[in-house]
């Protein structure tokens, strides 16, 4: 349940079946909209020094605080947050996606990190470093890009799916810095709690074909072990007292699911896994005091495209909330 199942890099995977070609090498944004292709103060989309020879993409636009961060998941890329699926099940970059959605209400950035793809396939610009990664090392990352890119404070942090981890635990080590969140179908160390031991090494044997089948594609993808991921977010400090909203997908295609198990798989493992993950999500959503659970999302994992203004709703209330804190109005029920 990472990164839209296979991510942004599936279409890599579909290039190489078919023996067609692929773009992988324009240094250019994919899909960046008329406002955000100009670089300005304002708005830009560029690449960001970061130092020890690294770059990572960056974009951003409108005005206001708190700014915005919209963390992708897992192979994900920045673009994630400009497409939405049309009736017929396309992709399409629209003005109604959250990015520019939430940049009519205030200041709002994404970025893309090593290893992930854009909407069609293209590999990233951001330099590549060693994978798997950690959900640390990107938070410290994503930190050193803020701050050298002067990208201003406090943030409301969203992170979808592998997004999720990021998030909190930059939320848990920076909490000056961050005035709420919202977890978008977010992966949560739960999962591994809801499931027994040998339920969960089967979830390990799925995420390491997944994993394989990206690598043949392209070696430097961006790839995460999962118990990694959780002992990281257990070890993390708290975090702070802040609005946070917890938007989860309520659809699930067990035959999709079950295609993609590893072999010796039990039969019944897509419904042990869906339960798994939903009650992992209210653990998630208790986790955190006053926090909001949107349980009816009417979408599967990929919530950001398939029902951006559900997403754009609750990081509006969220940004709401944190500015009558700022402000020291009294907040609304």
Known sequence: MRGGILGP????????????????????HSALSADASADTPASFARLVDIGQGRTMYLECHGSGSPTVILVPGLVAAADTWRYVRGPAGAMKASNSAIYPGVGRFTRVCSYDRPGTAREGGRPTTSTPVPQPTTPRADVADLHTLLTTAKVPGPYVLVGWSAGGPIVRIYAGEYPRDVSGLVLVDA?????QSRLTA???????????????????QWKDVERQEPATVFGQVRAAPPVPDVPVVVLTGDEFDPRAFRARLPAGAPADYPQIFWRAQLASQGDLARKFPGARHVTKTKSDHNIQNNQPQLVIDAVRAVVDKARRRQSGAPSAS
């Open 9 to 28: 890099a599936g279409m890599l995977l579909v290039c190489a079946l078919l023996g067609t070609a692929c773009d992988t090498t324009s240094p250019t």
């Open 187 to 191: 992966e949560t160390e739960f999962l």
């Open 198 to 216: 040998a339920q969960f090494t089967t979830f390990l044997a799925l995420e390491r074909k997944d994993d394989e089948k990206r690598i043949v």
